[in-house]
T-cell receptor, first 113, second 116 residues
Framework: KNQVEQSPQSLIILEGKNCTLQ??????????LRWYKQDTGRGPVSLTI?????NTKSNGRYTATLDADTKQSSLHITASQLSDSASYIC????????????FGKGTHLIIQP | GAVVSQHPSWVICKSGTSVKIECRSL??????MFWYRQFPKQSLMLMAT?????????EQGVEKDKFLINHASLTLSTLTVTSAHPEDSSFYIC????????????FGDGTRLSIL
C-alpha cells in the first residue's frame, strides 16, 4: 500500500533556529515529490518540487532532499521566522487515486519568538 | 502565475441549509478540478473529481446526492453541500490542473464551513 508518513507530528522551535521535517514513503513509482506549506485556514502552497531522480532542491530558506534508497525526504528550514508557523505537507505524484496524489498528514510547525 | 480562487472563504449557517462553494481557475483553463475535505491536523482527503461538461466522479464513501458538483465551464466548478448538518463542518479545498497534463496542481485557499 502506498503510504506517506511524516514526522514529527508537531514541532515547536525558537525564532532564528533551524529545523528539519521528515517524510518517509512507500509510494512507488512516483513522478515527483512536492513539499507544501499550509497556513492555518488557507490552502496549500508549493515550496519545492523534485523528480524522483533529484536529490535536493532549494527555495530560499527551504531545502528539500530526497533519498530514494532509504525512501526518505526531508525539508530543512534555515533561520526560521515567525511566518514559518504552518503545517508542512509532503505530497507525491504517484500511487494515489483519481487525483494522482498521495498526501502526508503534515507536520505542524510553531515558531516561538 | 496560475491561481485558483475559492469563494466564500468562510461560511456559518444553520443546519438544513444548502451551501454552494465556488472554485475558479483565474488565468488558465482547467478541464479537471478536484474537491478535498480536510479535518483538523489531517491530510487532504479527495472527495471527487470534477470534469468539465460531464458528471463528477466521487470517491468511495462520498454521497453524491449530498455533495453536488457542477463543472459548467473550463474555469468554474461548484460544490454544493445540500441540507448541511453539523457533521459536514470541515475545511473544503479545491484544486485544478492545467489542460495539458497534471502539472502543476494548484490549490485554492479553502472554504471553512461551520454548520450550527
Amino acid at each position: 500500500k502506498n503510504q506517506v508518513e511524516q514526522s514529527p507530528q508537531s514541532l515547536i522551535i525558537l525564532e532564528g533556529k533551524n529545523c528539519t521535517l521528515q517524510c518517509n514513503y512507500t509510494v512507488s513509482p512516483f513522478s515527483n515529490l512536492r513539499w507544501y506549506k499550509q497556513d492555518t485556514g488557507r490552502g496549500p502552497v508549493s515550496l519545492t518540487i523534485m523528480t524522483f531522480s533529484e536529490n535536493t532542491k532549494s527555495n530560499g530558506r527551504y531545502t528539500a532532499t530526497l533519498d530514494a534508497d532509504t525512501k526518505q525526504s526531508s525539508l530543512h528550514i534555515t533561520a526560521s521566522q515567525l511566518s514559518d508557523s504552518a503545517s508542512y505537507i509532503c505530497v507525491f505524484l504517484g500511487g494515489g487515486g483519481a487525483d494522482g496524489l498521495t498526501f502526508g498528514k503534515g507536520t505542524h510547525l510553531i515558531i516561538q519568538p | 502565475g496560475a491561481v485558483v480562487s475559492q469563494h466564500p472563504s468562510w461560511v456559518i449557517c444553520k443546519s438544513g441549509t444548502s451551501v454552494k462553494i465556488e472554485c475558479r481557475s483565474l488565468d488558465f483553463q482547467a478541464t479537471t478540478m478536484f474537491w478535498y475535505r480536510q479535518f483538523p491536523k489531517q491530510s487532504l482527503m479527495l472527495m471527487a473529481t470534477s470534469n468539465e461538461g460531464s458528471k463528477a466522479t466521487y470517491e468511495q464513501g462520498v454521497e453524491k446526492d449530498k455533495f453536488l458538483i457542477n463543472h459548467a465551464s473550463l474555469t468554474l466548478s461548484t460544490l454544493t453541500v445540500t441540507s448541511a448538518h453539523p457533521e459536514d463542518s470541515s475545511f473544503y479545498i479545491c484544486s485544478a490542473i492545467l489542460r495539458e497534463g497534471r502539472q502543476p496542481q494548484h490549490f485554492g485557499d479553502g472554504t471553512r464551513l461551520s454548520i450550527l
